[in-house]
């Protein structure tokens, strides 16, 4: 998962709870707490309406996750931390007037910000500088009564502390994520060789059998056929002992990549145990799957594997219907043809009856 992604995401599901929390909060305050004429409520009106309509964007991006952060992305998201503290800074200079202290409102608001939302370095310095410039700025215009250079010292030494906090936040935010990505990592890696073949890298026989399990499960579903090929290597053991067990490796290499190279993409192709391989044709009749064995074994034939060293194998192949829809006799039957083909004197395929319309 991309960083900028996971963060709007969080982010994302931050402001929908944030903003469902405000949205009755405020209504409340401004129905019950504020005067009917007072300024106050109709900040905690406007407050409302806007968490309202972050609640509806937050809803929106979450059913519909974009698939690249882009820049009206990432506005959005730091956009309800400049409303939240700008509201704040409106109580500062407006609603707050004469109070001789930074109301607690203000101090909420800007290390709430901090510890729940994540932003990287320069949204920081951006929110927290801006906001702090408006509100040292602005304040004289407002609040001619009180000392302003308490007030400014005050709101100056709270926004850089909270800053520091931000930046600490979005720091352990970003290890997190490495660390998380690097687990995932290594969850898929660990994952891969469990599924796959150490020397060929082909699929192993556990996930040939989960694969043909769910095959199985969709053809009698949808009522659609596919076939299964299984391949041996001729003579393998006379390969070994004449030219040792490091030659039969690169004989079970190359063919793994004949075979993988040379199927569809929804086929899945895999080493059964030894020197046997095994092919999944999704939705394949047995005519199409028998031609695709032929086309395989002549491709091997024609291999060179070593000066004046050619290599053959033997097929056998059955489907899904031929088998009456049982997934053992399938795999059975595939199997017995395979045999079959070597005592009929191998480098041949046995597709049962569509052998005789060839």
């Known amino acids: 998962m991309d960083y900028l992604f996971y963060k709007f995401n969080t982010n994302n599901f ?3 709870i944030l903003a469902s929390v405000l949205f009755f909060e405020q209504l409340l305050l401004g129905i019950l707490v504020a005067g009917k004429e007072s300024v106050l409520r109709y900040v ?6 806007i968490m309202l309509l972050y609640i509806m964007a937050g809803i929106f991006f979450y059913n519909k996750r ?8 990432q506005i959005y998201e730091i956009s ?9 800074v409106f109580r500062i200079l407006v609603v707050e007037n004469g109070n001789p202290g930074v109301p607690a409102v203000y101090m909420a608001v800007l290390y709430g910000v901090a510890v729940i939302f994540v932003f990287n370095l320069w949204q920081g310095v951006v929110l927290y500088g801006s906001v702090t410039i408006a509100a040292v700025i602005l304040m004289p215009y407002f609040n001619s009564g009180i000392t302003v250079s308490n007030y400014r010292s005050d709101i100056i030494t709270n ?7 931000l930046f600490i936040n979005y720091r352990r935010f970003q290890n997190a994520f490495i660390d998380k990505k690097h687990i995932e990592e ?6 891969e060789k469990s599924i796959r073949d150490g020397l060929t890298g082909l699929y192993n026989r556990r996930k040939l059998d989960e694969v043909f399990q769910e095959v199985c499960l969709k053809a009698e579903r949808y009522k659609n056929d596919f076939a299964v090929i299984m391949m041996d290597i001729d003579h393998f053991k006379d390969i070994n002992d004449r030219f040792g067990h490091s030659f039969g490796d690169v004989v079970l290499t190359k063919i793994a990549r004949i075979l993988e190279n040379n199927i569809r993409e929804v086929d ?11 092919i999944i044709c999704h939705e394949t009749e047995m005519e199409a799957a028998g031609q695709l064995a032929e086309r395989l074994r002549l491709m091997i034939e024609e291999q060179l594997f070593r000066d004046g060293i050619h290599i053959t194998a033997s097929f056998g192949v059955s489907s899904w219907s031929e088998c009456g829809n049982d997934s053992e006799k399938l795999i059975e039957t595939a199997d017995s043809r395979l045999y079959q083909a070597k005592a009929d004197g191998r480098n041949r395929v046995n597709a049962g009856q569509w052998m005789k319309s060839t």
């Open 14 to 16: 931050r402001i929908i």
């Open 44 to 49: 905690y009106f406007i407050s409302a309406i």
């Open 66 to 73: 974009p698939g690249k952060i882009r820049g009206h992305h």
């Open 80 to 88: 309800f931390a400049f409303i939240g503290i700008y509201i704040a």
């Open 159 to 165: 926004g850089i502390i909270a800053w520091v906090v």
């Open 186 to 191: 290594i969850n898929l890696e660990l994952h």
């Open 268 to 278: 899945v192709c895999g080493r059964w145990g030894g020197e046997e391989f095994q």
